[in-house]
Each structure stands twice: as structure tokens, then as C-alpha cells.
T-cell receptor, first 111, second 113 residues
């Protein structure tokens, strides 16, 4: 079993839809959760990070963490074609010495 | 502030050759990590350097090696290239060792023929 599981998609939605991207993890020691966005032929860029359970909002993006279920989500409201990218969840091991990434979910937002 | 830069951006090699990739971290960042990204395996950790020392290593064969210089710039070397080494190689920098927020470069796309 992989430490971090993420459905690779692809996920295709119409413009304006609410998008839900999810990851599950098995290591209860993970304390810090990140979401990266990667456009084609580019490196990943950090979108959001959170330490604790609950929700964290940043503009159209909301990161949600449920440590009891070992489940994290990224919601995108009012999705735009420019949101079309691969979204990767990531979790550093204790001390951040090694970050484990999910497989990434490819998102397509159709105009 | 300039971002992480990687050179070259694209590279074509043949099996058995060796290759060296370069990474310049964000100014002031002292930790550099390397990752391999492939469609099948996703993003996999290669190694992390801090203060010219390798601090952590992923599960890759010894053909993959790296080093970091006193100015924090880092190089990664792959010897005896195999077809399966074709991938996007990403470098990420962070302020200190163990800092969770990493900033990625655009990557070097390596094709092994």
C-alpha cells in the first residue's frame, strides 16, 4: 500500500463547477499537508498548506484535512479553464526530510 | 527574487552515457532536493542536500548521485543511463533542512534513446 493515494483522473468539469480533489494517507505521523499545482511542462508550484484538521481558505481554494479519517481534500470554487492542471497532494515525513507526493490528479476545466 | 533555475531544460542521451544536471536554488535557500517524475511512478524523491552534505536519500540505485557546492548550487549525475531513466528531473529548494515549503524549478526533461 502506498503511503499516499490519489486518483490520477483525469477529471473533466465545465467552467464554473466546484471541483473536489482528494488524497488518503496511511501514516498517522503526517502532520503537515500541502497541495501543489503543476501545469504541463512546468515544475509544481505550492498552492496551499495546512498543519491542522479543519478547513483553510484562500480565494477560490479551500483545503480540508480530516486526520481521524486520514483524508485531505482540495476544493476549487467557480473553476476556470486556467485551473486545468495536475494537482498533487504532498506530505513531509517527520522533520520534513522527505516529502511524499500523491500521483497527482489531472483536471480539465472546459469553457 | 529569482526562482529555482535548472539547466539544461531538455536533454537527449543514449543508453550507457552519463548526464549531469544543474540546479540553482532561490537566493538564501540552503536546502536542495531532487525528484524524478514519470507518468507511471509520479514524483519520487531522489535525495536532499544541505550545507554540501547529503542528508536524505530515496530508493534509487547508486547510478544516481549528486552534490552541493558552497553557494548551495547543486548538481545531479546519472551514470550508465538506461531507457527507464527518461523522466522529468525536478529540483526544489527550501530555506533550511526539513523546511516543509519547497519551491520547484521547471525541471530538466531527459530522454534516453
Amino acid at each position: 500500500q502506498k503511503e499516499v493515494e490519489q486518483d490520477p483522473g483525469p477529471l473533466s468539469v465545465p467552467e464554473g463547477a466546484i471541483v473536489s480533489l482528494n488524497c488518503t494517507y496511511s501514516n498517522s505521523a503526517f502532520q503537515y499537508f500541502m497541495w501543489y499545482r503543476q501545469y504541463s511542462r512546468k515544475g509544481p508550484e505550492l498552492l496551499m498548506y495546512t498543519y491542522s484538521s479543519g478547513n483553510k481558505e484562500d480565494g477560490r481554494f479551500t483545503a480540508q484535512v480530516d486526520k481521524s479519517s486520514k483524508y485531505i481534500s482540495l476544493f476549487i470554487r467557480d473553476s476556470q479553464p486556467s485551473d486545468s492542471a495536475t494537482y498533487l497532494c504532498a506530505m513531509p515525513h517527520t522533520g520534513g526530510f522527505k516529502t511524499i507526493f500523491g500521483a497527482g490528479t489531472r483536471l480539465f476545466v472546459k469553457a | 527574487k529569482a526562482g529555482v533555475t535548472q539547466t539544461p531544460r531538455y536533454l537527449i542521451k543514449t543508453r550507457g552515457q552519463q548526464v549531469t544536471l544543474s540546479c540553482s536554488p532561490i537566493s538564501g535557500h540552503r536546502s536542495v532536493s531532487w525528484y524524478q517524475q514519470t507518468p507511471g511512478q509520479g514524483l519520487q524523491f531522489l535525495f536532499e542536500y544541505f550545507s554540501e552534505t547529503q542528508r536524505n536519500k530515496g530508493n534509487f540505485p547508486g547510478r544516481f548521485s549528486g552534490r552541493q557546492f558552497s553557494n548551495s548550487r547543486s548538481e545531479m549525475n546519472v551514470s550508465t543511463l538506461e531507457l527507464g531513466d527518461s523522466a522529468l528531473y525536478l529540483c526544489a529548494s527550501s530555506l533550511e533542512q526539513g523546511k516543509e515549503t519547497q519551491y520547484f524549478g521547471p525541471g530538466t526533461r531527459l530522454l534516453v534513446l
